[in-house]
């Protein structure tokens, strides 16, 4: 079976999306055949691919049991990396599932060819900034939850509840088999107090989960989504791309992937 990773956090603007763009690329590039998901209604990590956005072209019908997740799969300009797209449609699925039977496991239905095939040797989806419907559907569906957090003031009370809403999850009997898998440290200044601060603050009380390698604040990190570029093909001897590498490599090592 593959692995199924969720990429989350409930706040905004903390490199959840950059990161799940740049390790799943990372990933390919270590010759892992990768399937990343963008879960997002605002398609940022489509963008940050170079994919258009299409009608049509989403989860969104597979949410409603009207189509196949392998028929939504686009390839990338990352060889051994593709991608199922996102679009404004699915936008409408946070209020039509809230009525559906099921609602909580629709997206584990719809993976469930894809993670039983084993065409891919890892599966990443990348979480809207907000703990609706379809985080809760994605959070159901996968094996690890991966939670990237900001090295700044109040990193730690989003972490407190994103991991309360594993244990409300498994609670309500869904996400049974999802556990905590890591924590990658994002916006990392070398140069502050502050960074290291949280950084030995989340490693006190997660020793366990924290992630080797951080991914620093650069500008190259910030201008390659906007030309439809991992940092790889945008700036492969930056700062950031030298991180995600290692992060990539750690990843695949903590998680046992194989080629």
Request: glycine share 8%.
């Amino acid at each position: 079976m593959t692995p199924v990773f969720a990429i989350a956090n409930q706040k905004g603007g903390v490199g959840k999306t950059t990161t799940a763009v740049n390790l799943a690329a990372g990933l390919a590039r270590l010759g892992l055949h990768t399937l990343l998901i963008d879960l997002d209604a605002q398609a940022n990590a489509t963008s940050a691919l170079g994919i258009e956005k299409t009608p049509g072209r989403s989860l969104y019908r597979v949410f409603h049991g009207e189509a196949q997740a392998t028929d939504m799969i686009v390839k990338t300009s990352t060889d051994k990396l593709d991608l199922i797209p996102s679009e404004v449609d699915l936008a409408a699925v946070e209020a039509e599932l809230s009525q559906a039977e099921n609602y909580l496991s629709r997206m584990q239905e719809g993976l469930q060819p894809l993670v039983s095939s084993r065409k891919y040797d890892a599966i990443l989806i990348d979480c809207p900034p907000a703990l609706g419907m379809l985080s809760m559907n994605a959070l159901s569906a996968a094996d690890f939850l991966i939670v990237t957090l900001q090295t700044e003031y109040l990193a730690m009370e989003g972490l407190g509840q994103i991991l309360g809403i594993v244990e409300q999850l498994k609670g309500a009997g869904a996400g049974d088999k999802l556990s905590v898998g890591a924590i990658i440290m994002t916006m990392y200044d070398v140069r502050t107090n502050l960074s290291r601060q949280v950084v030995e603050e989340v490693k006190t009380h997660f020793p366990a989960l924290v992630m080797k390698a951080m991914i620093p604040r650069t500008i190259r990190l910030s201008e390659c989504p906007s030309h439809g570029k991992t940092i790889f093909e945008y700036d492969l001897h930056s700062p950031g791309s030298v991180a995600y590498e290692a992060l990539a490599k750690e990843f695949a090592e903590r998680f046992k992937l194989k080629k």
